[in-house]
């Protein structure tokens, strides 16, 4: 059932006070007016807070306990290399972390659209229901290719029934503070998978793998059954707009490839430090223990919370599609100039506080950049799609990384000149679509 909406913001009819409250609402939230659509006395803002507060920490729950999941795999490939399946490559292990976030992204856009049409909270339930059931899987699983099903597939597909839907319910909430509050959802899966980082890895050394992810099973289908319950929309059944499955007017939009390719490049770039920084960690220092090695993903994910929620501020200010920029070029040139050059502990730990606080920020700012160039009527579904450029380097980056090294003999540096100089790729096939839609160079944007 839907909850009641807040009190009607009346845009003043007075003509010189009319102009200026459009521009102002336009500007922030493109989906009210979108083109097209008769002007109207009454407009039903996002009240900005309130009972969106709740909903955005439902949200973060959500967020933290499936996509945050997939920011642990570093910990989970070095337990399962040392303990599980020693015989198994590096490749073959990145490439079962990276299979949910293949799956995640090849089928977003349909439960996007479904709740674009029929609302979110059935399929946030049927998302949540089939995690909980996946991580109680795992307390069985014997085989690699069970866990291939399990976290690739079943995973994948709980994902993508949450994803987008979390992300995009800050727009129904929130108008002024929109980017920040999509920052807050997204840092969730950074906060889960700086927690589960240093929860899970001592579990593992204390109990074991299956009574490990027993323990995860209950942790995690209780506070999915409680987020649920905090998850509400503002639209009415009567504000479902049919599905239109393939929206051609986005495919003849260049500025919708140019976006399009700044994540599929991003993408490609994105996970590799994440997966293998523990690895490298221990390969640099060789004497250091399993928490030691792991701790700089654990900042990492700390530090991406807090750059994924700061992020938000920024956005605001600046405008999404400027911050999106400098986000994923910061992103690639610490790859390239800082992961390149360290070799001590200190430096592991610096580089991982550095990147984790940039480079997730792409994520947070893709619905608040999406809103920006073509509102925010459908925007789970728009979000789906957007998604479907992520899915080569979600599938295939990290595990291309782990082939470089294990090509190269142990070469991190080609590593890190391969992922960041692709987000550095990314950060300029973006400049098309920011100077298309906004040729002013400083203007906000």
């Known amino acids: 059932m839907d909850t009641p909406r807040s009190d009607k913001t009346r845009v003043e009819v007075c003509d010189d006070d009319k102009t200026v409250k459009y521009a102002e609402a336009r500007s922030a939230a493109p989906s009210v007016y979108e083109k097209g659509i008769p002007v109207l006395d009454e407009v039903d803002l996002p009240p900005d807070g309130g009972r969106g507060w709740l909903v955005i920490f439902g ?28 015989d198994a490559s590096e490749s073959v292990l990145s490439t079962l972390g990276s299979m949910s976030g293949m799956f995640m992204t090849l089928l977003s856009v349909i439960p996007g659209k479904l709740a674009d049409r029929y609302g979110y909270r059935p399929f946030l339930a049927a998302g949540g229901f089939l995690w909980t ?84 099973t209950a942790l995690d289908g209780t506070l999915l059954f409680a987020a649920w319950f905090m998850i509400s929309e503002r639209r009415r059944s009567t504000e479902r707009k049919k599905i239109v499955w393939i ?30 920084l523990p690895t490298f960690a221990k390969d640099k220092l060789p004497n250091l223990n399993d928490m030691l090695a792991a701790l700089p993903v654990t900042m990492l994910n700390f530090s991406a919370a807090m750059g994924r929620t700061l992020i938000g501020f920024l956005a ?53 950049v999406a809103a920006q160039l073509w509102g925010s009527g459908r925007l789970a579904g728009l979000s789906g799609l957007m998604l479907l450029f992520n899915l080569p380097g979600n599938s295939a980056g990290a595990p291309l990384g ?44």
């Not at 001590?344 to 893709?366: D, K, N, Q, R």
């Open 59 to 86: 949200c973060v729950i959500f967020s933290a306990a499936t996509v945050g999941w997939g920011l642990v795999w570093g910990v989970t490939e070095a337990y399962f290399k040392e303990n599980v399946f020693p």
């Open 133 to 216: 059931l996946s991580m109680l899987l795992c307390v069985f699983a014997t085989q690699l290719w069970h866990f291939f099903v399990i976290m690739g597939l079943i995973q994948g597909l709980a994902n993508a029934l949450v994803y987008p839907l979390i992300v995009a319910l800050p727009a129904q909430w929130f108008l002024r503070f929109r980017a920040l509050a999509t920052g807050i959802v997204v840092a969730g899966s950074s906060l889960g998978g700086a927690v589960s980082s240093l929860l899970f890895r001592q579990l593992l050394t204390s109990y074991g793998l299956k009574k490990s992810f027993a323990i995860y």
């Open 402 to 445: 782990g082939a470089i090294l294990s090509g190269t003999g142990g070469n991190w540096t080609a590593v890190s000149c391969y992922s960041g100089g692709l987000q550095i790729l990314g950060a300029t096939v973006l400049l098309y679509a920011r100077l298309k839609r906004e040729p002013k160079v400083l203007a906000r944007f």
């Open 316 to 368: 605001d200010r600046i405008g999404p599609v400027n911050a999106l920029w400098a986000v994923i070029m910061l992103s690639g040139l610490t790859q390239l100039f800082v992961w390149t050059f360290v070799s001590t502990y200190a430096g592991i730990m610096a580089f991982g506080i550095m990147y984790g606080f940039v480079c997730g920020c792409f994520l947070s700012l893709s619905p608040a």
């Open 247 to 276: 929206d051609r007017s986005f495919f003849t939009d260049p500025v919708f490839w140019s976006l399009g390719g700044c994540f599929f490049f991003t993408v490609f770039g994105y996970l590799s430090p994440i997966f293998f």
